[in-house]
């Protein structure tokens, strides 16, 4: 008897090292099948069809869980209600100093955001990735670190040329929003495929690959939080800027409405904020229902975008929740609007058809924003 319950139990045991065996052989396959969908797209000088950015979404759709609670942000809840408490200490100080800089930043640089967001979106990354190019160069094109950094995404020149931008002394494509947005998604998505957390990417894409790979064997943790002071000061201060920059950007929303009252009611209650009489006066009041969005609409009628923002606070965020908006806008804009209704909106689902919704045009802000402190020159390696 004992002799058939030692066969017994050897067989149990055989089988579990067996089925063990399986389910590492199938993870090292599947995470060899991700490294080469990730090779192929860095290589590629177009984004990735949709059945390859759904097989990025799988992978990278976890890489936030050390920042927020649940994974991912959902937009119809309190970001404080969401936000990992490890990330709070650090958020009040940066908000006092550059609090009001980064409101105003939601302006102005709304088509910009919505521009990298496009991009992000085609290649399967999570949009919050777009307030990396706010830390590094405050968006702007123009902006060179002492060490040769360039564009908004603040790229090396042998990065930006690995990703396939041009650089020699007629062309400069590091200061192309569209193309060095898609040099940097394609960068950081090879990040990510060595690292499986954003925190950790960010932390990389300051300070180098190679140092954020010392902190884990030093630390042996993969967990930012745990390995953070292993880290050198400027690259654990870097992923901390970037969370407080998300926070007052999704987070804080503004002196009139908040951004958590509108994730948590899906309703805009506060009037445009108009400078002057004649333009109250002159405000027309349409309901529109569809895909539209700002950016378009803006550029179809020959509004900046400023201004378009001033009269339609939170047009993208309201019309994806609600499905519908009251669109408010001078009687001459009004008129042309509906006179391009139909036009405007296909304009913006032939962008969705093709992968993304990209302005063909981003006008410049009306009032450049000063120099910025927001950002220091980092080497990117």
Known sequence: ?????????????????????????????????????????????????????????????????NLFLNYTYNPLLPYTMQINPNAEAFMQDYIKTHGASLQKMKGWGLPYFNLIESVLHQYGLPKELKYIAVIESSLQSGAVSSKGA????????????TFGLTINEYVDERTDYYKSSQAAA??????????????????????GLGRVNAAIKKSSSTDFWKLQYDLPEESRTYVKRFLATQYIMEGEGN?????????????????????ATEEVSDVQKLTITGRYNAVSIAKN?????????RYNPYFDKMISINGSFDLSLPSAKMKLFQENKYPILNDCMQGI????????????????????TLHKKTKHY
């Not at 002799?3 to 067989?11: D, E, G, Q, S």
């Not at 002196?255 to 400078?275: E, F, K, M, R």
């Open 1 to 65: 008897m004992n002799k058939l319950l030692y066969i017994l139990v050897f067989c149990l045991l055989a089988v579990n090292v067996s089925a063990q065996q399986v389910v590492q052989d199938t993870t090292t396959a599947a995470i060899k099948k991700e490294d080469t969908v990730i090779a192929q797209i860095a290589q590629s000088a177009v984004p990735p069809p949709k059945d390859k950015v759904k097989e990025i979404n799988q992978l990278t759709r976890y890489g936030f869980k």
């Open 150 to 161: 360039g564009g908004p995404w603040q790229l090396m020149p042998a990065t930006a040329r």
């Open 186 to 207: 394609k960068y950081l998505l090879q990040l990510y495929s060595q690292l499986n957390d954003w925190l950790l990417v960010m932390a990389a894409y300051n300070g």
């Open 255 to 275: 002196a009139n409405q908040s951004t958590d009252s509108i994730h948590t009611t899906g309703v805009y209650n506060a009037n445009p904020n108009l400078s």
């Open 301 to 309: 009628i020959g509004m900046p975008i400023a201004d378009f923002n």
């Open 353 to 372: 058809l093709n992968g993304a919704c990209i302005p063909t045009y981003i006008p410049a802000p009306t009032a450049p924003p000063k120099k910025s």
